[in-house]
């Protein structure tokens, strides 16, 4: 009936949980569009780690391989994004969406015999008394360890792509590839690894999906994530914060209007439904009016065709 | 060592040669995978590709090859100027969605009123009108507050969704249904149904409706204003800038006429072959037509080609399902092999291979 | 060319599946799905009564099946492409085929469909569906006893009649036996998201839901359940044992191999007739799962006795009296609900709290 039913700090913690696979996927695609590629085929990435990691995590009964797993899977259905949109110069969004279609199909394939299994589970770390306190405890000290994994991963990106050598080196490639070529970097091949990370990336939220927020595998059980992935990366500005602000922010909403229903609260639910996707729209838009910050974000060459010998 | 060299002009033998050389290769691979399902390989590519065209029930099924290619081809053309122009219209799908909304929405006003002369025509500009006011939402916030149209038209499709459930178990309901969810079934109002034209031959309205957009498409790069304007934007924005292109206008136009024709899309749909708006109306059509866009390598002729190679393998794909028990998911990523196979040959049409050392690597 | 070609498909279209359908062996059954075949839930059950249909006939039946299909064009070329290549007799497994099925049926007059939860029939179509609301009552009945906060959370899918009945009929036995039970829905709007499903499953036992049940197909509220430690859940449609004894106690589960078996035999012997079947407990049309050691025993027997009640037949779940959420009378003293309410029924009783999305 009333908001105090809800526990604000529980929900902070569970909207940690459901937004860290598209944390994850965004994070990796933000890297790949950073050097400039486009991979529309988050969601294939995804799904192939789902099953990937979930069918590791089953047969060797540990979780930890399991991501490992979901990494490899995702990686190397990102290399065949990267041969065909790097070598052998197709269009990216074209090839990103074939990318999701071929996903989609080949998971449901790997995974035919793993409906209605249960994976081993993901233990939570153990903070000792630190987990007790309130609020804090809640919040902070009662995670499984995807979800710090997660958080380092934000601010490793971060500073990789603003201080190291390596990250400028990405981003030179992203915003003017002739340039970069001309000063001697390997176009293809920095653009190969950024793709294959991206793919790691996406696999292990798709992972993460499959083996602790269900956790169980079912076909097309990304419902989607994939594509929000994406959303959240421009949202974000190309800013790995802004990617953390801006899944936690979906994953909130998402998290909030379930809560609200459960409470009770008389609002229309399709309409509750449809806030995640409005609000994020709204806050893009806010974010995008001003210009000088929107301008700074994008990677000039994104999505554009690089080829050496011209 | 193997190198590409840009060729000063697209091959004309090759743009013919690589859709054929993608198919063949899709067939081994595919099969490969087939076999290793422990099906008959050949058995399943010919289930696919040769069955649906010229087998024991082909009569029935060119004309679902027509059904199904019409609203990706109709999508796709519109989905092209934008894509030249580099302005990228991701959420067709609802687009489409809205479409079916507001021109079912207009013909279900009308029943059980008879008055095939004013419902239909209402309800075709309806769709077309709900499209593209869906479309002019990312179009309007792109031109006024920068914002990427990939995203809002995309996290739009989302929202149609949601409205479109909301529209089947309210307001659209079918208030004979039994309180059942979807709306009463068009194609069984006369004065609103897009039926068949001809029986049996697949051919509706939204086939008619594709085919004039592949001639509109055509004639707008080929002589309008407007055309050489999309086409000089995506090559270089500058140049266009500085040859008085307004790119505002531009994106609005593009977006306008992209939701547009998506909107037609699923109106022709919704009153004909789906016959009502229900929860889960929409099956991807905005989606796939994307890839048909590249495919058809954003030309009108391209495309409807591209349409009708899609279709096959969506028709013969459910047939080599039913019939060999594959399971889907294996059509799924045949199709999606297919996919890579014509987007990596097509480097062949734009680059020539050289082999021997390169003076570049 | 066109011309000919076309009226020899018309010619072909009339005559429909009658070459192939005239006691021919082995007899053809065709299976629609809305899902795949490994989505744990829906269709996954309708897909065991397939193969319950071939272990029952073994050489006799041939069945075939095409799974994903979307409702609307693509399900009516899907039915038309089984009956050209021979089918004798079409299940139809989700609601949203019910026009495609009487569209395809008429062109095919010697093929026999069948549709699920529709209420559309011909000479060839017949219909079916399950009182899955028996189920929930025995689920009312074990949640009351069980929850210690008095709060059940619902996750429902689509506010639909099927959905609705269930809610009412779980929360009037619920109430029964514990007048101070409540219950909170979320409306997921899908039928099946894992992810989204698991949300809400969360959310209800952050605010204090100790019994969840659920509408949607896929065990991740299960999952939630069991992470989140004392709660119970019930397996929807399938029976989900793998989460017996805790925090799955029982499940609802649809068993439609009886009734598969029972209309192929009767298509074989040439009995077949279009009629509208809508059963429950009693004609094993809906299971109910083992009720785990977890339940208290005395709990157990009730919620055993109250099954065989509705199996037998001497007792309704809807028997009055019972009020409208508004108030107002449904159903005096006594009286019980007719299948034309039940089926579609869109208010919730007295007691239930929110209102129906609309």
Redesign the interface.
Known sequence: ?DLS???WA??VA?LM??AT?ILLAALGELVVEKAGVLNLGVEGMMILGAICGFAVAVETGSPLVGFFGAAAGGALLALVFAVLTQVLLSNQVATGLALTLFGLGIS?LL??GY????PP?TEKLDFGPLSDLPVVGTILFNHDYMIYFSLALVAAVWWFLRYSRGGLILRAVGENHEAAHALGYKVVVIRFAAIAFGGACAGLGGAY?SLV????W??????G?GWIALAIVVFASWRAFGVLLGAYLFGGV??LQ??L????V?V???YL?MSPYLITILVLVIMSADRSRAALGAPASLGRSFHASN | MIHLVKRPQPSRAWSYATPVLAVLMTMVAGGAMFAALGKDPVEVIRTIFWDPLFGE?A???R??LL??AAPLILIAVGLSLGFKAGIWNIGAEGQYILGAICGAAVGLAFYPMEARWLIFPLMIIAGALGGWAWAMIPAILKTRFNTNEILVSLLLVYVAE?LL??MA??ALRNPDG?????SR?L??YASASNPEL????GMHWGVVAALIAVIFGYVLFARHMWGFQIRLTGESPRAARFGGVKPTRLVIFCLGVSGALAGLAGLF?VA?????I????N?GYGFTAIIVAFLGRLHPVGILLAGLLMALTY?GG??A???L?L???AIQAFQGMLLFFLLAVDVLTNYSLRFGKGEVA | M?RR??I???A??AMGGSAFAAGHEPLKV?FIYVG?????GWT?EHDKGRLAVEAEFGDKVET???????????A???M???A??GADLIFTTS??YM??TINVAAKFPDVKFEHAT??KRADNVSTYSARFYEGRAVQGIIAGHMTKTNKI?YIAS????EVIRGINSAYIHAKKVNPDVEF????A?TW?????E???A???I????DVILQHTD???PQ?AAE?AGNVITFGQA?DMS??APMPRVSSIIDDWAPYYIARTKAVMDGTWASVDTWDGIGAGMVGIGEISDAVPADVKAEAEALRDAIADGSYQPFTGPINKQDGSVWLAEGETADDGTL????FYVEGL???I??
Do not use: C, H
Request: aromatic share 8%; net charge negative.
């Open positions: 009936m039913a809800i526990n529980v929900l569970s949980v459901a696979p449901a995974g035919q409906v209605g299994i249960k589970k999906l927020r269900v956790p169980q079912t076909e097309g059980m990304t419902a994530a998402t998290v379930l809560n229903q459960a409470a009770g008389a229309p639910v399709e439904s | 029930f009569f029935y099924f004309g679902q059904v199904k949601q459930a909301k178990l309210g039994a309180g059942f969810p979807g079934n194609s069984q001809i029986a049996g031959s749909e004909g072959p789906a016959g009502q229900s929860i889960d109306f099956v028709i459910e047939a399902a039913s019939n028990g399971p889907s998911a | 066109k070609t076309l020899a498909a018309a072909a279209l065709g795949p075949i490994g989505d744990g996954y075939v099946y095409q799974e994903n299909v979307p409702e609307g064009a693509d009516e070329r899907a038309t492409q089984m050209l290549q609601f949203g026009d495609p529709g209420y959370g689509f506010p639909i009649p909170s829905i979320v409306w709007f099946f998201d894992p992810a989204k698991a949300d809400a969360t959310a209800l952050e605010q204090g839901a896929s065990t991740a999952a992470s399938s793998e989460y089926a579609g029924m869109d709290t929110g209102d999305p609309q």
